[in-house]
Structure formats: structure tokens, C-alpha cells
């Protein structure tokens, strides 16, 4: 599959639906358990989560080339510290600030993975420094964050706690696609992303082991399907995405991920019922979105 410039915005946009797409679907999930009477632990989310990934991950391993024998030339620690970045953290953080906040505002604030990369990048892949406009920039994307927490409209149940996961999950997904750079000159995107899926959700499993005796409560035929879905959206979105970050910088994907909470928002706020964007959201969002489209116009 090649993928040029001029087709890489339409890709994104496939990714993009695909990824605003989990946010409705899980909060979907957990309206279900609420109508079953299951409550919404912790133990629950991290098994809800980890068996979604682990299903993600084979299924991509099975239509990896040949995932064995680049497993052999790679480093079990580098493929260790993408694994816990991009899926074990990333999602341990994102089901728990779904659980606690709204759809929509995480839908908005899946943005900030760009900042995050710009920000980390020169630091550990030793790209160029964001230049004085791109730090203006940044802080007018951070102004519209602090606005659409300040006022998020209807059932966004705790925005701040919730802004702050949403926020460090983007930070951890952030740090799992730079450990990726480090295993991809020894194993293929697919691969390395159906590895880092897998072992991930092994992990979150395992994290979720007080839910294991109430895995057929919480697992009905509704949630069964959806949670297959969202193991379909895990394979192929990360699939390409992280495709996308070996052929691509990292620094123009960044840019373009301004694509991922225009989906996200627009997806909860037609599909999650009891939301409502407020005029924060609004307001705020359209801070951040601004800031993301600017920043990508720039030059690094």
C-alpha cells in the first residue's frame, strides 16, 4: 500500500472516523452495564479494555508477513515501552476519563496529541525546536482547552479530572508512537502495532483481574458485538496510523490530527445521548482547532 501526500488527508480522515467512532461506542458500553445493574469499577473497564485490544492486536497479527521472525530482531524493551505508551497507559487513562467525563469533551481534547508531539519530539527523536509562532500557537490551542473545561456543557460529569486524563492520554499515546520509531527499523508497522496491541491488552486483562468472575455480566451479546467493533477500529486505525508515522514525520501527521476531534466531537455529539456541548466546547474547541490547523501550515 502507498500512500502519497496527496491521498495522506483522505487517510486520516478514514482514521479519524474510525477513532471518533470509540468514543460514542464505549460510552454505548457503559450505559448498557448501568441498564444491567453492573457497576462501572475499574477492574471492569481495564477487562472491558483489554479484551477489545487483545482481539485487536491477533487480529493484525494475523495478517502481519512475518511477525515471528521480526519479533526475534527487535528489542523486547523498546517493543515493551510502545506496548505500554500507546495501549496499556494510553487506554488504562482514556476508559477511566470516559467514565468520569463526557464524550465530547474527550472527542475535543484527543487534539492535544498533537501538542504533546511537537513538544516531545525534538527532545527524543531530535527534530527541529517548534518555532516562536508555533509556541503562540500552542498556547492558543492550551486557552482553548482551559475555556471548553471551564464550560462543557451538559453531562460532562467531572470536566476538570476528566480534561486532565484526557490529557495525559494523549501524552502517553504521544510517547508510545516515538517509542514505535525505535522498533520499526527492525519490524513493520503491522507487526509492531498488532504486538503492541496484544501485549497491552494482556496487560490490562491481567490489571482487571478482580472483574475475571463477572466477565459473563459484563460481556452481554450488545457489548460482545460492539466490543468486536471497537477490536476492529483498534487494528485497522492504529494499523495505518502508526504505517503512516514510518513513512511520514511526525511533525506533518501532527498536523493533521486536527481531523481526529472534529470526527470525535461531531460522532459523541450526534450518538451519546444525555450530552450536550456547552459554549466552552464551542468556543474553546474552535480555539483548538484553529491553533491545530495554523500549525499545520507551518514550517518546522
Do not use: H
Amino acid at each position: 500500500m502507498k500512500i502519497s501526500r496527496r491521498t495522506l488527508p483522505f487517510v486520516v480522515l478514514f482514521i479519524s472516523l474510525l477513532w471518533g467512532s470509540a468514543f460514542p461506542a464505549i460510552k454505548a458500553i457503559y450505559a448498557e452495564w448501568e441498564l444491567l445493574g453492573v457497576a462501572q469499577s475499574s477492574s471492569n473497564r481495564l477487562l472491558l479494555a483489554g479484551v477489545r485490544f487483545s482481539i485487536g492486536g491477533a487480529l493484525l497479527l494475523l495478517f502481519a508477513r512475518s511477525p515471528l521472525a521480526e519479533l526475534r530482531q527487535t528489542s523486547r524493551r523498546q517493543l515493551l515501552a510502545f506496548a505500554v505508551g500507546q495501549t496499556y497507559l494510553q487506554y488504562l487513562l482514556f476508559y477511566t476519563a470516559l467514565a468520569v467525563s463526557s464524550a465530547v469533551l474527550g472527542g475535543l481534547l484527543s487534539g492535544t496529541g498533537s501538542i504533546w508531539w511537537l513538544v516531545l519530539a525534538p527532545i527524543m527523536l531530535k527534530t527541529p525546536w517548534p518555532t516562536g509562532k508555533q509556541w503562540a500557537l500552542i498556547g492558543l490551542a492550551v486557552t482553548g482547552v482551559v475555556i471548553a473545561v471551564y464550560k462543557p456543557g451538559v453531562g460532562s460529569g467531572k470536566p476538570v479530572l476528566g480534561a486532565v486524563l484526557f490529557c495525559l492520554t494523549t501524552l502517553s499515546g504521544s510517547l508510545g508512537v516515538i517509542a514505535l520509531q525505535k522498533v520499526l527499523p527492525t519490524m513493520g508497522a503491522k507487526a509492531a502495532t498488532g504486538f503492541g496491541l496484544l501485549i497491552g491488552g494482556v496487560m490490562l486483562i491481567l490489571s482487571g483481574v478482580l472483574a475475571w468472575p463477572d466477565i459473563l455480566m459484563l460481556f452481554s451479546q450488545k457489548i460482545i458485538f460492539i466490543t468486536l467493533y471497537l477490536a476492529g477500529v483498534s487494528a485497522v486505525g492504529f494499523g495505518l496510523w502508526n504505517y503512516l508515522t514510518g513513512v511520514f514525520p511526525v511533525t506533518l501527521l501532527a498536523g493533521y490530527r486536527f481531523l481526529v476531534p472534529v470526527c470525535a466531537v461531531i460522532e459523541s455529539s450526534l450518538l451519546v445521548s444525555g450530552e450536550a456541548p456547552g459554549a466552552g466546547i464551542w468556543l474553546g474547541g474552535s480555539l483548538v482547532l484553529l491553533a491545530l490547523l495554523a500549525l499545520q501550515k507551518t514550517k518546522t
